[in-house]
């Protein structure tokens, strides 16, 4: 199961922990895992072209760490946007994605 912790302070998300396998069918061919990869790193990727500072992340197989170091209205419109793709997915597949917030 792909597990998504997302870490809050003042309203604000901070940190978002993405790890684990779906399982949902083998590599290659899982599309659980290709969609949390694909929201995931498309929104790293257009947070960092639009303020490279703005956060860091880890990225290695089957673990995701992004920490967002800077707030601002489109850096926090893209990061909820990621949430709520992650939690239509976990709507449709939640056998295979589990979403937890942590204050």
Known sequence: ???VSIEKKENLIT?????GHSDYDERGKDIVCASVS???ITTINGILS????A??????????KVEILK???VIDILIQNMVNLLRELET????????????
């Open 92 to 103: 449709d597949y939640d056998k295979y994605i589990k979403i937890e917030e942590v204050q």
């Open 55 to 64: 956060l860091n992340y880890l990225d290695s197989d089957g673990f995701i």
């Open 15 to 19: 940190k978002i922990t993405i790890s």
């Open 38 to 40: 694909s929201i995931v």
């Open 71 to 73: 707030h601002t209205d």
């Open 50 to 53: 639009i303020d490279c500072d």
């Open 1 to 3: 199961m792909v597990s």
